[in-house]
């Protein structure tokens, strides 16, 4: 934030949003107490005037921001480097939507001793655009295919297809052992309560449905590079149904068994063998446009299926 309070008028997106919900995007980590605090004691207006945390902004209100101590968020700055990064894996762009590669060991928010995330960096890249949230997550040491939303309307479209299950996302992972056939993996999945420090999804028939179809990409002799495509989205999906068929992945230190860590360490590998490979999708503003992104993999998974293969 700037040393004084700032005017911004609302957009066709931000019609219909409540002041407060606006505040809380706008105003990015910043309390809920603080923001409700501002509204109540007036220094939030809108057009000129104070008004309630309910009242739904059209567009074209002019709404004054005061100045909040410490910035408008929690957010460290990123450094410049990564925001570069970000931008030259951009798959796919237009005037609703983005689609990124992400790398890994970035995770998607701030958070974890980390005081900035994917979002963050590509925000702080772009202080030019209005709005910019993720549709979805993919987990901090998962690289690929991310889908952000440039919209509100957008993302809330965007939403709708991912409960819908309308959106086909496809994974590269590769697993311990020979996974010769291809194989659905049906089962709930649940997680350890929260509080407890482990955040660990197992297998459990208390938990909520998960189907993954697996198919083997190449065989190796002790691996397999496997595709994985989702037809729900829970968290950790992929590295439990794989390692619930006995055939974890690679580089894996929640779910791996004694056998597949040690021959992670003995193959070299670094870091989660996880990418998120592929998206499709009906774009949600555009009646006749399909989207399809494929994301490489980044040239560390590369080299240990060259070596896998001379191996």
Same mark, same amino acid.
């Given at each position: 934030m700037t040393d004084g309070p700032q005017i911004q008028e609302a957009g066709e997106d931000d019609a219909g949003q409540r002041i407060d919900n606006y505040l809380r995007r706008v105003l990015k980590g910043v309390p809920k107490s603080l923001i409700y605090r501002l509204l109540r004691t007036g220094q939030v207006r809108v057009n000129k005037r104070r008004t309630k945390p309910h009242y739904r902004l059209q567009a074209g209100d002019s709404v004054r921001i005061p100045p909040v101590s410490g910035g408008g968020s929690r957010a460290g700055r990123a450094p410049q480097r990564l925001q570069e990064r970000l931008e030259s894996r951009i798959l796919h762009e237009d005037e609703r939507l983005l689609v990124i590669n992400k790398p890994a060991g970035v995770p998607v928010h701030g958070g974890s001793g980390l005081h900035f995330g994917l979002i963050d960096a590509l925000r702080q890249a772009r202080p030019g655009e209005h709005f910019l949230e993720l549709a979805h997550r993919?987990?901090?040491?998962?690289?690929?295919?991310?889908?952000?939303?440039?919209?509100?309307?957008?993302?809330? @479209?965007?939403?709708?297809?991912? *409960?819908?299950?309308?959106?086909?996302?496809?994974? !590269?992972?590769? /697993?311990?052992?020979?996974? =010769?056939?291809?194989?659905? %993996?049906?089962?709930?999945?649940? *997680?350890?309560?929260?509080?407890?420090?482990?955040?660990?999804?197992?297998?459990?028939?208390?938990?909520?449905?998960?189907?993954?179809?697996? @198919?083997?990409?190449?065989?190796?002799?002790?691996?397999?590079?496997?595709?994985?495509?989702?037809?729900?989205?829970?968290?950790? !999906?992929?590295? /439990?149904?794989?390692?619930?068929?006995?055939?974890?992945?690679?580089?894996?230190?929640?779910?791996?068994?004694?056998?597949?860590?040690?021959?992670?360490?003995?193959?070299?590998?670094?870091?989660?063998?996880?990418?998120?490979? !592929?998206?499709?999708?009906?774009?949600?503003?555009?009646?006749?446009?399909?989207?399809? %992104?494929?994301?490489?993999?980044?040239?560390?998974?590369?080299?240990?299926?060259?070596?896998? =293969? *001379?191996?």
């Open positions: 993919l987990d901090r040491e998962t690289s690929g295919c991310l889908l952000i939303a440039k919209r509100r309307s957008t993302l809330r @479209r965007l939403h709708a297809l991912l *409960r819908e299950n309308r959106v086909e996302k496809h994974y !590269q992972a590769l /697993v311990f052992g020979r996974w =010769e056939q291809p194989e659905v %993996v049906d089962q709930p999945l649940a *997680r350890t309560a929260r509080g407890t420090g482990e955040n660990k999804v197992f297998v459990s028939a208390e938990g909520k449905p998960s189907l993954t179809r697996f @198919r083997p990409l190449t065989v190796y002799r002790d691996w397999t590079l496997v595709e994985a495509v989702l037809e729900t989205g829970r968290t950790h !999906q992929v590295r /439990v149904h794989a390692a619930s068929s006995g055939h974890p992945l690679a580089a894996d230190n929640r779910y791996a068994t004694p056998a597949s860590e040690a021959a992670s360490n003995a193959l070299g590998v670094k870091r989660l063998f996880l990418h998120a490979c !592929q998206l499709a999708f009906q774009h949600p503003d555009r009646e006749h446009q399909r989207i399809q %992104v494929d994301a490489p993999l980044d040239e560390d998974l590369q080299a240990i299926l060259g070596k896998l =293969e *001379r191996s």
